[in-house]
């Protein structure tokens, strides 16, 4: 059975109430899930279970499914060594680590900013509650100080942050859209969702985001490094 991944309509949910589809030895499975697994360069989430008596099975990872019928929403949720396990058909609830969510829900909404300041195609990217970085596929030099005055004038801005969907086929229309190389939109799926930061950024992705840029917060260049002869690692950290 296909999981309901909750978080690519709503990422402000924390919580759901859950069926258990399948137990494995890779994970648990649900029909529907507030956990984001591992994917398009940002980290999987972590949170709890919580099975009917009060038992809390902590989740430590979140992951795709690699099952051969899997769509890109099958999400496996990893727990701690160790745990009583739910069986199958039993209601839980599912509880993702939200302070942690919502700083990769932060960071990942600056790295499309990052793609605005910066216009050059993406050849790999991290997003974690600690930091994300982005490596820019270019030969000239990058000044941290304009970089990261970009950013500024971005955040400053206050700038909505919005999610639609687009058909396979319009996706294949307009390949300008995407920035990624190393993360290409999953088509044959029959929609692909386009994040929109109103004004700066649009682009296909499946990440979680904020609403508003003003909910970012400030945000400084960490390091600017040159990892290869044509290519440019930003990193981003909080102030």
């Given at each position: 059975m296909a999981t309901l991944a909750l978080?690519?309509?709503?990422?402000?949910?924390?919580e759901c109430e859950a069926r258990v589809t399948a137990v494995h030895e890779a994970g648990i499975e649900l029909d529907r899930t507030v956990f984001y697994p591992l994917g398009g360069g940002q980290a999987g989430d972590t949170?709890?279970?919580?099975?009917?008596?009060?038992?809390?099975?902590?989740?430590?990872?979140?992951?795709?499914?690699?099952?051969?019928?899997?769509?890109?929403?099958?999400?496996?949720h990893v727990p701690e060594p160790g745990s009583a396990l739910p069986a199958v058909g039993e209601v839980v609830r599912a509880e993702i680590d939200w302070e942690r969510r919502h700083r990769m829900m932060r960071f990942h909404t600056a790295s499309h900013?990052?793609?605005?300041?910066?216009?050059?195609?993406?050849?790999?990217?991290?997003?974690?509650?600690?930091?994300?970085?982005?490596?820019?596929?270019?030969?000239?030099?990058?000044?941290?100080?304009?970089?990261?005055?970009?950013?500024?004038?971005?955040?400053?801005?206050?700038?909505?942050?919005?999610?639609?969907?687009?058909?396979?086929?319009?996706?294949?229309?307009?390949?300008?859209?995407?920035?990624?190389?190393?993360?290409?939109?999953?088509?044959?799926?029959?929609?692909?969702?386009?994040?929109?930061?109103?004004?700066?950024?649009?682009?296909?992705?499946?990440g979680t985001h904020v609403a508003n840029l003003a909910e970012i917060g400030a945000v400084r260049v960490a390091k600017i490094e040159k990892k290869s002869a044509k290519t440019r690692r930003v990193t981003i950290e909080f102030v």
């Open positions: 978080f690519r309509d709503d990422a402000y949910l924390r949170g709890c279970l919580v099975r009917a008596d009060g038992t809390r099975v902590r989740i430590v990872d979140a992951r795709k499914s690699k099952a051969p019928e899997a769509t890109p929403d099958d999400v496996v900013l990052l793609c605005a300041v910066v216009p050059h195609q993406v050849d790999g990217c991290a997003v974690t509650d600690a930091s994300a970085r982005l490596d820019f596929v270019m030969t000239e030099p990058l000044e941290r100080e304009a970089v990261q005055a970009g950013l500024d004038r971005l955040l400053a801005t206050a700038a909505a942050v919005s999610l639609r969907w687009i058909t396979d086929d319009e996706m294949r229309a307009n390949p300008q859209l995407v920035r990624s190389m190393s993360v290409q939109p999953p088509i044959g799926f029959g929609r692909v969702r386009l994040v929109e930061i109103a004004g700066i950024d649009l682009q296909p992705c499946g």
